[in-house]
């Protein structure tokens, strides 16, 4: 199947972790890909990187619903036809109960974990509804599922996201366009650096004791997702490590980060 076959897939958050993976594997099988995000450099490089010349750096913030606007609205000819929209673009800040939490960072979760995937989709399913066709992949966490200490505001946004994506399920029947929610555990990425403050010895330290899921892992779910046949909707997928347990936290260390979207 061809590029031209395939349409295009838009990634949020694309810089990093999942979306830079998600992004590389869908222009090797045939996607024309736009890459959102807001750090130039790190699209600038998975571009420069990409051997099919499919990707397309767009940057912008996915909290900016102005500036996504400008942005889709200014996609050339090639990068149009939208078939596809991974909304990866995601963050987690800080650990601790919520009665000493940070109101900045509870903002910044939900301004990006929630109103960014509203902007995002708001823009761009009713282009997938006139197409009369599509797939929306909606990246969660099992946080959303499975309490764990310190996890408050991040795994009510991740909640948003699967309650969110069922609803789109309901609203979009019958338009001919899926949606899909995928649901990672443990996944060693950026993203517990960035939850530590770029606290790397930290972080590194969620993983000890366990292989975790990789990048890879959850483009090659996001993938197969949107390789079922047209009559078949993937409603929700959780993968986690086979030595990650349900509590989420380790005796003697820090919370575990339980995964979910990256890349903001």
Not at 10 to 39: C, K, M, N
Not at 43 to 57: N, V
Not at 100 to 107: L, V
Request: hydrophobic share 40%; charged share 20%; proline share 5%.
């Amino acid at each position: 199947m061809t590029q031209d076959e395939r349409g295009v897939a838009v990634i949020s958050g694309a810089s990093s972790g999942f979306g830079e993976r998600i992004a590389q594997v869908l222009a090797q099988q045939g996607y024309s890909v736009v890459a959102l995000a807001r750090r130039v450099d790190r699209l600038k490089a998975l571009a420069e990187q990409d051997a099919t010349g499919a990707i397309l750096p767009v940057v912008a913030d996915v909290r900016d619903r102005e500036g996504l606007a400008r942005a889709f609205d200014e996609l050339p000819p090639d990068f149009r036809d939208i078939s596809v929209l991974i909304n990866n673009a995601g963050l987690s800040r800080g650990f601790g109960p919520l009665q000493s939490g940070s109101d900045a960072s509870w903002r910044e979760m939900i301004d990006t974990n929630i109103s960014g995937l509203l902007n995002v989709s708001g823009l761009l399913l009713p282009r997938l509804v006139s197409r009369g066709s599509g797939h929306v992949v909606n990246i969660g966490s099992i946080a959303a599922s499975y309490p764990y200490m310190g996890g408050n505001v991040y795994a009510a946004t991740k909640a948003f996201v699967h309650q969110l994506s069922l609803n789109m399920r309901v609203d979009l029947q019958g338009t001919g366009v899926r949606v899909s929610c995928v649901a990672p555990g443990m996944a060693k990425t950026e993203f517990a650096k960035v939850r530590y403050d770029g606290d790397v010895e930290r972080a590194d330290a969620l993983y000890e004791g366990l292989e975790p899921l990789t990048a890879d892992d959850v483009a090659q779910t996001v993938a197969w997702c949107l390789t079922r046949p047209a009559r078949v909707n993937i409603n929700m997928i959780e993968l986690m490590p086979s030595e990650q347990h349900f509590g989420l936290g380790f005796a003697g260390s820090p919370p575990a980060s339980p995964g979910g979207a990256d890349g903001a």
